[in-house]
Every structure is written in C-alpha cells, then in structure tokens.
Nanobody, 124 residues
Framework: QVQLVESGGGLVQAGGSLRLSCANSGRTFSMATIGWFRQAPGKEREFVAAIRWSLGITYYADSVKGRFTISRDIVKNTMYLQMNSLKPEDTAVYFC?????????????????WGQGTQVTVSS
C-alpha cells in the first residue's frame, strides 16, 4: 500500500522560499515517477515538476523552471520541492503523486497515488 503525505506548506511573502516534503510510507518500487501538481481556487490541477525515482531525471513546468527544484532521498523514501522566488500566482494547494509510468509525467491521469495536499500561500 502506498501512502503519500505532504508537509511544509504555509504563508510566505513574494520572493520568499518554502520547501515541501512528500513522505511515502509504502512501497516505492511500484512507482517509477513521483510528481508535484498544484491547484489554485477555480482552476484545474496543473503539473509542476516530476522526478524519475530510480534515475533522478527531473522535469519542470515552464512556469516554475529556474525557481523550483525537485529532488528525492531514496533512503528516506521522501521527495522534496524547493520553491524559491515565490510569486503570488504560485498560491495553490500542492499535491504529490506517484505514477507507475516513466512517460506522461505531466499528465494527471498517469498518476495512481495522490497525497492529501498542502496549502501554499504567497502574499504580495
């Protein structure tokens, strides 16, 4: 059983930083890719970043490239999202998700496992 739990959200001023964590209490070998998505009020859930669990290859949405960094600690079974230079438009609930596939890493439907989400609010 895979259980993903996010933490690290909060309120920060524009230009500030936050680090989100996603702990997996289950069996990671069944997940090839771990990703972060976010959903702002009234908007669709959108892709933020993803990482191939075994190889560490990373992928980013254009809107966060150069500001966010995704990483993972295989020993701790934990994934991270370091968010720098935050903007008000980054405000959303952030979800981590696990996929059995190495392709389609930006597509919500490719992800089977989801965390409960953590709120990130960036004030201007």
């Amino acid at each position: 059983q895979v259980q993903l739990v996010e933490s690290g959200g909060g309120l920060v001023q524009a230009g500030g930083s936050l680090r989100l964590s996603c702990a997996n209490s289950g069996r990671t070998f069944s997940m090839a890719t771990i990703g972060w998505f976010r959903q702002a009020p009234g908007k669709e859930r959108e892709f933020v970043a993803a990482i191939r669990w075994s190889l560490g290859i990373t992928y980013y949405a254009d809107s966060v490239k150069g500001r966010f960094t995704i990483s993972r600690d295989i020993v701790k079974n934990t994934m991270y999202l370091q968010m720098n230079s935050l903007k008000p438009e980054d405000t959303a609930v952030y979800f981590c998700a696990g996929s059995q596939y190495v392709s389609g890493w930006s597509v919500k439907s490719q992800y089977t496992y989801w965390g409960q989400g953590t709120q990130v609010t960036v004030s201007s």
